[in-house]
């Protein structure tokens, strides 16, 4: 990453380095798991790896949360916790727990931090994980970065969180110098899953609850499941074919559906496509869409904005094909053609096919 | 754009029944007509065009269904440049009953925190002349997308939050009960809670509607409501703009190339039949696994 930037917002008050008295006692980073009829969104597991590296780097330790209904899931999550880098896991289990609701998950949160003080908490940016981080944040008074990119610890020890601006056409970095904990949320897939370690135990505290199911207004009456659940397919996939504004037309994606087809993988597209109602947004590939970390990322026609970029940037090799030889997205591809994709894409399933169907001839 | 400043909100007189329903909409830059400047890498905003954040019309849109069913009026309320009462016109013009904007060079350089503590300040002040029983927003803005303004408006204000809701089934006036489906991990949420509450209302969730023409003539005539902060009820300006956002922005900045520049295929004349072969060769051979998995997979 450049540094040549203007500097944003020079002599903005709250600058100002001298952390307040009340916040010198915050230590720790923490990590929200995210639970979900009894199943921890991976994302928890990847902000676990990287809390790690953070918490190493400022030598304190790594802290889970994880809340749930009195059952077997819940402490199953516990344990697998420490398998992925926590060294205390704190833990709260009520029945009003059972499913994500905002009012006690946000008292319950809110209660853990004022009790523990961590200085920072992260969360993934899921519809839970979201819905959380803005009423916990709100409640502190303190400042909340989404959908971070990356997470670094500064010279001063403070947290710097980068994540793109303007609509996705530049990178800032973002900092909560005066109020703790400094919280982030970042999306799945942005930082890679770490290796369990089930040999890793750590220590367990017990909350619980204020709130009583009688003071809660919003109630459950029903969960429906999706039938596929695509966007979770997208984000995981192994093999991943997106196209751009280059294919001119919805029809045209039927080349990039048939490349996916033919090497097992999923399909998506840039942002301006699902603008243009050709593909639903669970299609979407970048910031604000699905971010991926595929073996292989094939992008037709699209010409690498950065909310695309850092979207796909976790991939770990990238083909771009753009008739633009100018295009952004050859700064970043390990791979390039400089050729229209929709001659291209044809050939490449065709070939593909070709090789996979027999491949004694391919060598 | 010079409007005089209205003390109050004289237009029209609130409806004495039916829903007060506050929809929260934000001015936003037409992000695909954004550019950046190659050498200062500063936004140049020059000439581009404004609409209002395209989530912000699907709540838009079901407030105005609601009102449509049960009665009431919908008011949108929007903090920005004078030039945001644009937005606030063109809400109007779509069938919005009254608008009110929040413009003070105070608000500039808000955080999301400041930002949900003006609007919601505005929000209580407009609440004084009539209890709100529903404030809506989009789920994000497209220039900011953080999707954290509204839950921070639910949480000063004390509403029921109710984020991603992707359809409202029901809303039982006696009761002051609805009904809603919210989008979360693997499937829809179906939850009853009460009024007064908050609703970000997911895309896609309804077909905006086009203005008729005569609330489009109404538009161009309306009054809009302009408050300062003062009189939108702000008793501490420290909580406000850059003083009351708690988060800082550093440094603004695009990436760097890769450090490995991308491996060019280049193939003799541009038959794409070869132009295929060649990256097939180039992907397996960085790769030479994929091939044996692709291989297994395929028989």
């Known amino acids: ?363 | 754009m010079d409007e005089p400043i209205i003390e109050g909100l004289d237009p029209p007189p609130p409806a004495p029944t039916g829903l007060n329903i506050l929809v929260c909409i934000k001015q936003v830059p037409d992000s695909a007509q954004i550019r950046v400047h190659p050498v200062t890498n500063t936004i140049m905003r020059q000439g581009v065009p404004t609409i209002i954040n395209p989530y912000d019309l699907f709540a838009l849109e079901e407030a105005m269904r609601l009102r449509d069913e049960y009665g009431g009026q919908v008011t949108v309320l929007c903090m920005g440049p004078p030039m945001a009462e644009d937005a606030l016109r063109r809400a109007l013009g779509l069938g919005a009953d009254r608008a009110v904007l929040i413009t003070d060079r105070r608000f500039a350089g808000s955080d999301t925190l400041a930002t949900s503590f003006a609007l919601a300040t505005a929000l209580g002040k407009i609440a004084e002349e009539r209890a709100i029983d529903i404030v809506f927003t989009g789920k994000q803005t497209i220039d900011g997308d953080t999707a954290q303004v509204g839950p921070g408006i639910a949480r000063r204000m004390g509403l029921n939050q109710l984020t991603y809701v992707s359809a409202i089934d029901s809303l039982d006036m006696g009761r002051r009960s609805i009904v809603v489906r919210r989008r979360s991990e693997g499937g829809v949420q179906v939850l009853r809670s009460a009024l007064p509450c908050l609703i970000t209302m997911l895309e896609d969730s309804n077909v905006v509607r086009r203005g008729s023409i005569q609330d489009m003539l109404r538009a161009a005539r309306a009054p809009v409501t302009i408050w300062s902060a003062e009189e939108a009820g702000v008793e501490d300006p420290l909580k406000c703009g850059l003083r009351g956002s708690p988060t800082v922005v550093k440094r603004v900045f695009a990436p760097s190339p890769r450090e490995e520049s991308a491996e060019m295929v280049t193939v003799e004349g541009k038959d794409p039949a070869r132009i295929g072969e060649a990256i097939i060769d180039l992907i397996f051979a960085r790769d030479p696994k994929l091939e044996v998995a692709l291989t297994a997979t395929a028989s």
């Open chain 1, 1 to 363: 990453m450049t540094e040549p930037a203007k500097p944003a917002a020079a002599g903005r008050a709250s600058m100002k380095k001298e952390l307040p008295e009340r916040f010198k006692d915050y230590k720790n980073v923490w990590v929200v798991v995210e639970i979900e009829r009894g199943r921890v969104h991976p994302v928890s597991w990847e902000l676990m790896g990287e809390g790690r590296k953070l918490a190493d780097r400022l030598g304190v330790q790594l802290c889970a949360v994880v809340l749930g209904p009195k059952a077997a899931s819940t402490k199953a999550a516990v344990k697998q916790t420490y398998h992925y880098g926590a060294d205390v896991c704190y833990i709260c289990e009520d029945a009003a727990l059972t499913d994500y609701r905002n009012a006690p998950y946000t008292e319950i949160l809110t209660d853990l931090v004022n009790k523990h003080k961590p200085e920072i908490l992260l969360l993934g940016a899921t519809p839970l994980g979201r819905d959380l981080a803005g009423s916990v944040a709100t409640t502190l008074g303190t400042g909340l970065t989404a959908d971070s990119t990356e997470l670094r610890i500064d010279d001063d020890n403070s947290l710097a969180a980068t994540r793109p601006t303007f609509g996705g056409t530049l990178l800032c970095t973002i900092y909560t110098l005066n109020f703790r904990p400094q919280m982030a949320t970042v999306r799945p897939r942005v930082f890679a899953m770490p290796e369990a370690d089930t040999t890793r135990a750590g220590r367990m505290v017990w909350e619980s609850l204020r709130m009583k199911e009688e003071d809660i207004v919003t109630k459950i009456l029903e969960f429906v499941a999706d039938n596929t659940s695509s966007e979770a397919n997208l984000a995981y996939a192994d093999i991943v074919v997106a196209g751009g504004m280059g294919l001119q037309n919805e029809a045209n994606f039927r080349h990039v559906k048939r490349l996916a087809q033919v090497l097992g993988g999923d399909y998506g597209c840039s942002r301006p496509v699902v603008q243009k109602g050709w593909l639903p947004a669970e299609r979407q590939i970048g910031q604000t869409g699905n971010t991926i970390r595929p073996r292989l990322y094939i992008a037709a026609g699209i010409s690498g904005a950065i909310q695309h970029r850092v979207g796909v940037e976790g991939a770990d090799l990238i083909v771009a094909i753009n008739t633009d030889p100018d295009a952004k997205i050859f700064e970043f591809a390990h791979l390039g053609v400089v050729a229209d994709a929709l001659t291209v894409l044809p050939a490449l399933s065709d070939a593909f096919a070709r090789r996979l169907r027999a491949p004694a001839l391919a060598s």
